[in-house]
C-alpha cells in the first residue's frame, strides 16, 4: 500500500492513520474498501459523525439532485430555500413530535463551534463566568471547550490558563456510591463550599471519549431539577450521543430531559458534512444581531442532507429497524461480556452508543490490530484507553452487524487464549 506521502508530508499529528495503516477509497452502508478491494466493517463510523452509513442513498441522492442544480452552496447566515426548508422538517419530524420548543442557532460547522457559541451565550445570559463541568468529558478542542476537558493531556493542549471551570464527578465517580447529585446541589447551596454558582451545566449523558460513562435517567432529572433550583442552565452536549446514535434522535429523551441548550454536530447533516447547530430555549435567545458569528454557518448541501435524516425519523418503519438493530446490538454484546470474562469487564453505554470495558489497554490494542487485520474498523476511548468503543451506523443491516460481531468475537477470542 502506498503510504509514503503521508508519512514523508503529513504533519505527526496525524492518529487514526497510523491506528489503520491502508488507504481507504470507498465506501457503502457499513462497509468501506481499502484501494486494494479489502472490505472493512465500520464500527468506529467517523467517531459518530456516520450514523447513517456511508452513502446512504435516501441522503446523497437529494444531495446530487442539489449539486447539479446551480443552487446555493454557501450562505452565510442568509437566508436561502434549503435553509427553510431544513427548519420545516426539523421542526416538523423532530421538535414538535417530542413537545420540545427551541430556536436554532447555526455555528460554524464543528461540534466545538457549537459548544463555544453555547457558552458563550449561557454566560451572557447569566452574566456569570464560571461553568461546572464533568470529570472525563470531551467538548471538543478550541479553547473554550478543551477547558471543559477532564482529560489532563487534552486540557494542557495550547498552553493558555483555562479558567472559569468548576469540575464536578460525573454520574458513578468516583464509584457508584458516591452521590454525585447530592454532592453538586450541596455545594450550589453552601455558602462555605467555596465554589461560586457557574453560568450552566454542561453534560453528555454518555461520555463517549471518556470512556462510555452512561449516565442513569435517575442522575440526569436529578441534575435538571438542581439546575433549576439554583437557577443555572442546563446545556446538554448531544454532539456524538445525539443524532440517533442511542436509538432515539436526542440521547436525552429516555429521561424526558427539556435542557436550556442543547449542541448537536458530528451526524447531523447525515452524511458526514460538516454542520451544527445549538438548540436555545426562546427566552435565552438574547443574541443581538451579528454577535456571534462564523464563515461557515451557511453549508447548504448540509441544509439539504440534513432535511433528509430527519425526515427518516417520520417513518415508522425506520424508527422501529433502529431499535430492533440496537436491541441486537445490546445481546451481541451480553453475549461477549459473558464469554470473555477474562477480557472484558463490563458493557458500557446505551442503545447503538456501546462500549466494552476491558482488562487493560493492552488487551484492547492487541483486539484493535486483529479486528483491523481481519476487516473490522473500531477504536478506543477511555482516559486509560482501556474501552472498545462499539458504533455501528445505526442503520446496518443485520448480515454487516453479524459479520462485524464475529471479527470482534474472533479477536477476543485471540485474547483470552492468550491468557
Ligand atoms: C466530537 C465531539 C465534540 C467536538 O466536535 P468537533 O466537530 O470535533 O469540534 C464535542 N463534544 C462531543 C461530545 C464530541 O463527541
Redesign the pocket.
Known sequence: MNTGIFTDYESNVRRYGLSFPTVFTKALGATVWDEAGKPFIDFLVG???LNYGHNNPDIIAPAIEYLVGENILLSLDMYTVAKREFIEVFVDSILKPRGLSYKIQFPG???????EAALALARKYTGRSSVMAFTNA?????LG?LAMSGSASTRELGGVARHDVIRVPYDGYPNKAFDSASYIDFVLGDPGSGIEKPAAIIL?TI???GGLNTASAAWLIEIQRICRKHDVLLIV?????GSGRTGDFFSFEFAKLEPDIV?L??SLSGSGS?F?IVLIRPEIDIWKPGEHSGTFRGNNLAFVTARAMCKMWSDGQFTAGVERTAAKLQRHLDHLVAKFPNCIEQKRGRGLMAGLKCRSQAVVGRVHDVAFENGLLIESSGPNRDVIKVLPPITITDDDLEHGIAILDHALKEQANAH
Open positions: 467517531s459518530g459523525a460547522p464543528t461540534g466545538t463551534n457549537a459548544n470531551f467538548h471538543g478542542m478550541s471547550s453528555e461520555q463517549a471519549e452536549d448531544d454532539i456524538q450521543a449542541c454536530s458530528k460538516p451544527s
